[in-house]
Nanobody
Framework: QVQLVESGGGSVQVGGSLRLSCAIS????????MGWFRQAPGKEREGVASIYTPSNRTYYLNSVKGRFTISQDNAKNIMYLRMDSLKPEDTATYYC????????????????????WGQGTQVTVSS
């Protein structure tokens, strides 16, 4: 059973930073795509950042470019999302996700690509 467990969420003030972690267990194969998504109250879930693991190519939502950084520690099976210069509009529940071993890089930005999801961690940015 594949499990993804997020941690590191919390409440910060505008301009603050957080680092989210996603611990992955029970994964028996490679995931071509690893990603972070978020969902704010009353809004649809959106992709924030993703990695195409065969080439380590990364993708970012335009509104987080330059502020968020996705990375992974393959030895520890952990994925991170470093979030700097946080804004109130970053407030949401953040989810990590992993795909199966197929797919191309462009598919990493698409929610339907992902097979496995964490339970989410709340990030609240206050002014």
């Amino acid at each position: 059973q594949v499990q993804l467990v997020e941690s590191g969420g919390g409440s910060v003030q505008v301009g603050g930073s957080l680092r989210l972690s996603c611990a992955i267990s029970g994964h028996t194969g490679n995931s071509n795509c690893m990603g972070w998504f978020r969902q704010a109250p009353g809004k649809e879930r959106e992709g924030v950042a993703s990695i195409y693991t065969p080439s380590n190519r990364t993708y970012y939502l335009n509104s987080v470019k330059g502020r968020f950084t996705i990375s992974q520690d393959n030895a520890k099976n952990i994925m991170y999302l470093r979030m700097d210069s946080l804004k109130p509009e970053d407030t949401a529940t953040y989810y990590c996700a992993a795909s199966g071993p197929r797919g191309v890089a462009a598919e990493c930005v698409t929610e339907n690509t992902y097979n496995y999801w964490g339970q989410g961690t709340q990030v609240t940015v206050s002014s």
